[in-house]
T-cell receptor, first 112, second 113 residues
Framework: GENVGLHLPTLSVQEGDNSIINCAYSNSASDYFIWYKQESGKGPQFIIDIRSNMDKRQGQRVTVLLNKTVKHLSLQIAATQPGDSAVYFCAENTGTASKLTFGTGTRLQVTL | KAGVTQTPRYLIKTRGQQVTLSCSPISGHRSVSWYQQTPGQGLQFLFEYFSETQRNKGNFPGRFSGRQFSNSRSEMNVSTLELGDSALYLC????????????FGPGTRLTVT
């Protein structure tokens, strides 16, 4: 797959459990954050976003939490499914909206 | 609506050669951004084009260039290829310049030997 060779932290969870993926961002001036999912052989896929004036946002089975005090972002996936297996990236806007800065990524492995 | 398409999907080149990659954005999207993804550096922003003009640029040498056509399709060019240019090159499109919501293509895997 496209992520072969990436030495990423890996999170293994059992199917049906909840997953929490963490991300530390770098710029305290960032005002917009996005979580992307990248499956093997595909480009990053938008999951959920949050603006800096919020601390929580919920989507379908996913929740993003933002802690600006410690510059920390997390993605919670409820009832994790095998199809959730992928690499997850957080991204922050550090100036112009189109110029996203990505985190290093976390590989999520869902075991049956 | 068709997604972002990139051609070719895979490419092998030799050091010193140059390469051109192509990106067709989602219909109606006018902004195209390019990113480089490598195991060592992760995803890094290369540049953004809107209305046939480069609007933002990342921290890459001048060997990396791009252009956008009137139909919003974009190409990026890398001249004098180096081994370190081996990467997955991703294109993302958005409706407007500076739009937060970007949609990525599958990428072009470039291998430099």
């Amino acid at each position: 797959g496209e992520n072969v060779g990436l030495h990423l932290p890996t999170l293994s969870v059992q199917e049906g459990d909840n997953s929490i993926i963490n991300c530390a961002y770098s710029n305290s001036a960032s005002d917009y954050f996005i979580w992307y999912k990248q499956e093997s052989g595909k480009g990053p896929q938008f999951i959920i976003d949050i603006r800096s004036n919020m601390d929580k946002r919920q989507g379908q089975r996913v929740t993003v939490l933002l802690n600006k005090t410690v510059k920390h972002l997390s993605l919670q996936i409820a009832a994790t499914q095998p199809g959730d297996s992928a690499v997850y990236f957080c991204a922050e806007n550090t100036g112009t909206a189109s110029k996203l800065t990505f985190g290093t990524g976390t590989r999520l492995q869902v075991t049956l | 609506k068709a997604g972002v398409t990139q051609t070719p999907r895979y490419l092998i080149k030799t050091r010193g050669q140059q390469v051109t990659l192509s990106c067709s954005p989602i219909s109606g999207h006018r902004s195209v951004s390019w990113y480089q993804q490598t195991p060592g550096q992760g995803l890094q922003f290369l540049f953004e084009y809107f209305s046939e003009t480069q609007r933002n640029k990342g921290n890459f040498p001048g060997r990396f260039s791009g252009r956008q056509f009137s139909n919003s399709r974009s190409e990026m060019n890398v001249s004098t290829l180096e081994l370190g240019d081996s990467a997955l090159y991703l294109c993302a499109s958005s409706v407007l310049q500076g739009s937060y919501e970007q949609y990525f293509g599958p990428g072009t895997r470039l291998t430099v030997t």
